[in-house]
Structure formats: C-alpha cells, structure tokens
C-alpha cells in the first residue's frame, strides 16, 4: 500500500487540467514553446504601448512587448487558427495569453510590462496574427482584450519568392 500511494500521486500529479478559457476559445491549443520575460518595467511609468511582431521561418513567432500583467503573474499562452475561403488564401492565427491561475487568492498591487514569446508550430505561406491578453478572475472585465495585430514578416527567399511568382501568374491570366 505504501507504494501505490506515491505512485498515486504521481499520477494525479501529472495530470494536465482543462484551461480557463473564455467562450470562442473553447478549442485553442496551448502553446508548449512560450516564454515570458521578467517585469521590464511598471505599466503607466514607462509610456510604452504594447507591440506585436510575428515572423515566420520553420514555424511563426509572434512575440508581443509591453504587456500588462499584474506584478509577479505567471503567463501562458493558446493558440487558434483559421484559414479563410477567399482568393488569395488568408490565414489568421489569434493568441490569447493570460495568467496561468486566473482565480488567484492574492493579486499583487502592481502592474508590470512583459515581454512575450510564442512558437506556433504552424508554417502557413504568409497569416495574420491576432494578439488577445485577458486578466484573471479580479477584473470585472474579464473577455480577451485585443492588444494589435501583424502580419508575419519572412526571411528573404522564403514567403515572398512564393507570393512573386503567383502574382506573376495572376498578371499572366488576366
């Protein structure tokens, strides 16, 4: 009995709890390649707004600068994707990023900015990325904020040799 104990909570431990998602977001996939940034300065003394870049080689990273997020929260990151049915072919990738507890017991008194970096394991031939931070359980607003939106920007010879040659084409049957 003692050792079905441990291995008990081993188990129970490992297991990966459903997200607190907001409605919309119900099929979002979490992204594993996320990272977060210390506190690079308190939101409202710096000026700053936030940003979002999104480049694409082997995959998209989006990274999003300036974020606002209660001092000392832990953030991660979901992702959803859609490919719309128009000519020529447009791909939107929306993040959400919000705090990992988003019932905490305590909230710090304090915002910070951070800085966001995400990996989407998708490799589209060009998208649109959508940037969203939603804040916990402590706000009476508590749907995805829209923080700003890029379009990703590929190395050279990547995407844009791609996207030539069918404008090329375009030109040709008109």
Same mark, same amino acid.
Do not use: K
């Given at each position: 009995? %003692?050792?079905a104990?441990?291995?008990?909570l081993?188990?129970? @431990?490992g297991c990966?709890?459903?997200?607190d998602?907001?409605?919309?977001?119900?099929?979002? #996939?979490?992204?594993?390649?996320? %990272?977060?940034?210390?506190c690079?300065?308190?939101? *409202?003394?710096?000026g700053?707004?936030?940003?979002? /870049?999104?480049?694409?080689?082997? @995959?998209?990273?989006v990274? *999003?600068?300036?974020?606002?997020?209660p001092?000392?929260?832990?953030?991660?990151?979901?992702y959803?994707?859609e490919?719309?049915?128009?000519?020529?072919?447009v791909?939107?990738?929306?993040v959400?990023?919000?705090?990992v507890?988003?019932?905490?017991?305590?909230?710090?008194g304090?915002?910070?900015?951070?800085?966001?970096?995400? +990996?989407?394991?998708?490799d589209?031939?060009?998208?649109?990325?959508y940037?969203?931070?939603?804040? +916990?359980?402590? /706000?009476?607003?508590?749907?995805?904020?829209l923080? @700003?939106?890029?379009?990703?920007? #590929?190395?050279? @010879?990547r995407?844009?040799r791609?996207g030539?040659?069918?404008?090329?084409? #375009?030109?040709v049957?008109?």
């Amino acid at each position: 009995m %003692t050792f079905a104990y441990p291995l008990l909570l081993a188990l129970v @431990g490992g297991c990966d709890l459903a997200a607190d998602l907001p409605a919309g977001w119900e099929d979002a #996939r979490h992204i594993d390649d996320f %990272t977060q940034g210390e506190c690079d300065g308190y939101a *409202g003394d710096t000026g700053e707004v936030p940003t979002v /870049t999104a480049t694409a080689d082997a @995959g998209l990273r989006v990274v *999003g600068d300036n974020l606002t997020f209660p001092c000392s929260t832990e953030v991660e990151g979901f992702y959803r994707s859609e490919t719309l049915d128009i000519y020529p072919v447009v791909y939107q990738v929306s993040v959400l990023v919000q705090p990992v507890d988003m019932d905490p017991y305590a909230v710090a008194g304090c915002d910070c900015l951070y800085r966001v970096e995400a +990996g989407i394991p998708e490799d589209p031939e060009s998208a649109t990325v959508y940037l969203y931070t939603r804040q +916990g359980s402590w /706000t009476d607003e508590n749907d995805p904020e829209l923080v @700003g939106s890029a379009a990703d920007s #590929r190395p050279e @010879g990547r995407g844009a040799r791609r996207g030539a040659r069918s404008a090329r084409c #375009r030109r040709v049957r008109r």
